[in-house]
């Protein structure tokens, strides 16, 4: 059998690197709009255990406004005041959703707890169309039937953290504008900036500017049903291992869980988990990893330049993409990057240990009339390197009306720190 030659060293956003000693520096300057709105803030937290829990989708119900918690289960939402008889569903995987009133939201300290799912869900566990290969196939054959099929301007929160072992380091926080393209067609998605900013200790950072190349783009192409290129082509299944795991529920819905492998593992290969509606056989969620193993080709994809007497290498490259349901269509609404790395120097007992994260959520949405774009100076490409701007956050109104991410303490205390340093 024919293998197709890897895409892995054609992929050129997922998360590759570049160490430079300075870089540009970009403002942006929109024009907001102005509306009256309230901002609800809390934490959502497991109902038995009480345990924070991350990534849990808060969503306006008959609207497209939502949100998402951060790593300490906390939130904040911003809904326009002519909403004020609104509710809001709150949902993650393996809890029972729970929707509520917006009376039960408060400014400061609501406390959200959702139920884990206690019930089984063995009957499901089986696709009665055949094996989990003929599942994934038919889940990319119903793409056009599944998925939005008009253009689609959405507002999302991107957020791309850098960490020196325990210590972040630096913290790059966007709105953007993407201009999401049907999924029935061959059209790129395109991002613009609308606000953005960014602080660096570059002294934590052993005096070198680590960059980013991607930004934005590397959460948006974890969306594999429009770039399966990246992860798995439908017309190359056969490259990869497939078999059941036990069945989940989500928002109500009964989802066959497959695990997934690739067969070639000569070179850094993927792995992970498709969750896939069991009436509609869309995918609805995926966490998948890059095995790294082999580190000499791992360094090759990812590191194009290094500072002379170092060795830099990954060590774990995770993945994860969550879509929404909107009017029987789903589309993407969560993508997350993460990657740990080592960097190794001549002469030094010890190595640095980085984690470079992005994640970006869909905070809105509307249609377009067309996918027509004129596009400005806002608008990126994928290797754009997030840019050097401290300003904003000494403004508690920086965002104005936008909905953002709650940061993480560890992050905000970062923040505080690398603020004051830069003041003295």
Do not use: C
Not at 285 to 311: E, W
Not at 393 to 421: C, H, L, M, Y
Request: charged letters at 25%; aromatic letters at 12%.
């Amino acid at each position: 059998m024919k293998i197709k030659k890897s895409l892995f060293f054609t992929y050129p956003i997922m998360f590759l690197l570049t160490f430079l000693l300075s870089g540009s520096i970009f403002a942006v300057e929109p024009v907001e709009i102005i509306q009256q709105t309230t901002e609800y803030k809390g934490v959502v937290v497991d109902s038995r255990s009480g345990d924070e829990i991350a990534s849990a989708y808060l969503t306006v119900v008959g609207t497209n406004i939502s949100t998402i918690t951060n790593a300490d289960g906390e939130f904040s939402i911003k809904i326009p005041v002519t909403l004020s008889e609104a509710t809001i569903t709150t949902s993650h995987l393996g809890y029972q959703s729970k929707t509520l009133p917006l009376s039960f939201f408060k400014a400061e300290n609501t406390r959200v707890e959702l139920d884990e799912i206690a019930e089984r869900l063995s009957e499901i566990s089986i696709y009665d169309g055949g094996d989990a290969q003929s599942l994934v196939k038919k889940m990319f054959e119903k793409k056009e039937s599944n998925y939005v099929d008009e253009p689609i301007l959405m507002t999302a929160f991107y957020r791309e953290t850098i960490k020196k072992g325990r210590r972040n380091v630096s913290l790059s926080e966007a709105v953007v504008k993407i201009y999401k393209a049907p999924y029935d067609s061959f059209s790129n998605d395109e991002i613009s900036l609308f606000k953005a900013r960014k602080t660096a200790d570059y002294e934590k950072l052993d005096t070198l500017a680590l960059k980013l190349r991607g930004g934005p783009y590397n959460t948006l192409y974890v969306d594999i049903i429009k770039y399966p290129q990246y992860l798995m082509e439908p017309d190359m299944l056969q490259n990869f291992k497939f078999d059941f795991d036990a069945p989940v529920r989500l928002d109500n819905q009964n989802l066959y869980v497959v695990n997934f492998e690739s067969h070639t593992k000569s070179i850094p290969w993927y792995y992970g988990k498709l969750f896939i509606d069991t009436e509609t056989l869309s995918l609805v969620k995926a966490t998948y990893n890059l095995n790294v193993d082999n580190r000499k080709m791992a360094s090759q994809m990812f590191v194009r330049k290094k500072p002379r007497g170092s060795t830099v290498y990954p060590i774990d490259v995770s993945y994860q993409v969550d879509y929404r349901q909107n009017d029987g269509k789903w589309q993407y609404g969560y993508g997350t990057a993460n990657l740990v790395f080592v960097v190794n120097w001549k002469n030094k007992l010890f190595n640095s240990r980085y984690t470079v994260n992005g994640e970006m959520a869909v905070t809105d949405w509307e249609t377009l009339p067309d996918f027509k774009i004129k596009k400005d100076d806002s608008f990126i490409k994928p290797s754009v390197v997030m840019s050097d701007d401290v300003s904003g956050f000494t403004d508690v109104n920086f965002w104005g009306n936008n909905n953002i991410i709650e940061p993480e303490k560890s992050i905000q205390n970062a923040i505080e720190k690398i603020q004051r340093q830069l003041q003295e």
